[in-house]
């Protein structure tokens, strides 16, 4: 369902907005061992998951006291739109993985592989959001 998709995403980039402005600032200051970012990385994606609930049902709520009479399940099409973001999203999700290997490879920094795990999964649920709202407006294939 669409609402929820925007609930996802508006979640999402709230999460690595809050994420970036707890931890971007130490990367000016602070050797990059030493940077605090696992617990604001837990608490920012623990946090987005359930704003992203709370949007989902205060939306739906507020959907069905506009317009009770409207069918609010999903239907073919919501499971079609939803395969194809999925797909989208998981590409993104894989190549995050990949990058953090490479990464670990090099033995880089954990800070910088847990970032880029953390960049990739931004990208699978804002990309494949992304795609789903695009599939919903202009259709796919």
Do not use: C, K
Not at 24 to 50: K, N, R
Not at 67 to 82: G, K, M, S, Y
Not at 107 to 131: D, H, K, R, V, Y
């Amino acid at each position: 369902m669409e609402r929820t998709i925007w609930a996802q995403l508006v979640a999402s980039v709230i999460g690595l907005v809050v994420y970036l402005a707890l931890v971007a600032p130490q990367l000016f200051t602070t050797p990059v061992a030493d940077i605090d970012w696992v617990w604001p990385m837990i608490w920012t994606i623990a946090g987005a998951i359930v704003l992203s609930i709370v949007f989902s049902i205060v939306w739906g709520i507020v959907a069905r006291m506009r317009d009770p009479e409207l069918e609010h399940t999903a239907d073919q099409r919501d499971r079609e739109i939803e395969w194809f973001g999925e797909r989208v999203g998981q590409s993104f999700l894989a190549i995050g993985g990949i990058g953090a290997l490479i990464l670990a490879m090099v033995e880089a920094p954990w800070f910088w592989i847990g970032n880029t795990l953390f960049l990739g999964f931004f990208l699978s649920a804002a990309l494949g959001s992304m795609a789903r709202l695009g599939a919903y407006r202009r259709g796919f294939q």
